[in-house]
Structure formats: C-alpha cells, structure tokens
C-alpha cells in the first residue's frame, strides 16, 4: 500500500514562490491519480489541483488557476505543487492524496474528497502579509 509524505511547507511572506512535495512509498505510485487539498483553520478541506496517472490531464480549482502548477514524477514516485505569488490566504495545511478512480472520470472526480482512497499528514503553509 502506498504511504504518503508530505514537505515543504513553511512561514514565508506573500508574494514569493513555494514548492510542495509529496514522496510515495510503494511500487503503485503510476497507478494512481494524485490530488492536493488544503485546509485553513476553522474551514473545511478544500480541493486544490489534481493530476491523472500519467500526468497529461490535470484540473484547478478556479481560486488557484493561474498560480498554482501541479505535476509528477513516476520515476521519483513524487507529485509536486508549485505555488506562485503566495496570498495569506493561500494559509493552510496542504495535504495530498492518491485516488484510484478510473481515467475516464478523472474529471468528474478529482476535485471530490472522497474520490481519494489515501492521504497523507500534511505539510502547512503559513503567509504572512
């Protein structure tokens, strides 16, 4: 079964760049579609990006088009996110996520929580204004 490990996360002030990362253990990293959510206190989990098995379909959430970057590396079983111009309210904790749902819905899928069989512990991101 794969194990989810998230890091990268830190106290950074607005407007500078962050890369997350999420490493896999296991040999089924390929297998699965990786999603990132965030969560910020006292709001519920929310979906941030999400990347097929092979990488070449991804979605956004729309708050986030334009500055964040998902993407993956099957050979280093890892997903990253890249985020550009951070906001305070980019603030929270971020989590990622391996879903095994099936390509042809990767669409209508991605974006929901419980599409996600795995999740790891998270990483926070704190921006100060």
């Known amino acids: 079964q794969v194990q989810l490990i998230e890091s990268g996360g830190g106290l950074v002030q607005a407007g500078v760049s962050l890369r997350l990362s999420c490493a896999a253990s296991g040999r089924a990293f390929s297998s699965y579609n990786m999603g990132w959510f965030r969560q910020a206190p006292g709001k519920e989990r929310e979906f941030v990006a999400a990347i097929s098995r092979s990488g070449g379909t991804t979605n956004y959430a729309d708050s986030v088009k334009g500055r964040f970057t998902i993407s993956r590396d099957n050979g280093k079983n890892t997903v990253y996110l890249q985020i550009n111009n951070l906001k305070p309210d980019d603030t929270a904790v971020y989590y990622c996520?391996?879903?095994?749902?099936?390509?042809?819905?990767?669409?209508?899928?991605?974006?929901?929580?419980?599409?996600?069989?795995?999740w790891g512990q998270g990483t926070q991101v704190t921006v100060s204004s």
């Open positions: 996520a391996a879903g095994s749902f099936a390509t042809s819905r990767f669409r209508a899928a991605s974006f929901l929580n419980y599409e996600y069989d795995l």
